[in-house]
């Protein structure tokens, strides 16, 4: 399994938008086949900070997702509304090792 946080900063003028934006992404981003969770989550004590927590079955299908229309279209349209560059930090499961257990 692939595991990777993406850390968001984006403008306050842009939160709404950037949430719009983000919500559509999931959606499509939970439908794919090597997909295991994509959670999109809010920093409670900073509403302009957010984050993906992307989990993937392997390299490909991170490779795939990154290809997908719903991905490119996100990607296009929130690049002007973050305050600073997006950065994802990649981990390792440690557990639930089973697919089953997620």
Known sequence: MIVTCVHVHVKPEAVDDFIEASLLNHRGSVKEPGNLRFDFVQQA???????LY???ESEEAVLAHKETEHYLRWRDNVKDMMAETRYGVKY??????ERSEW
């Open 45 to 51: 004590d900073d509403p302009c900070r957010f984050m």
């Open 92 to 97: 390792n499961i440690i557990e639930p090792k």
């Open 54 to 56: 992307e989990a993937f």
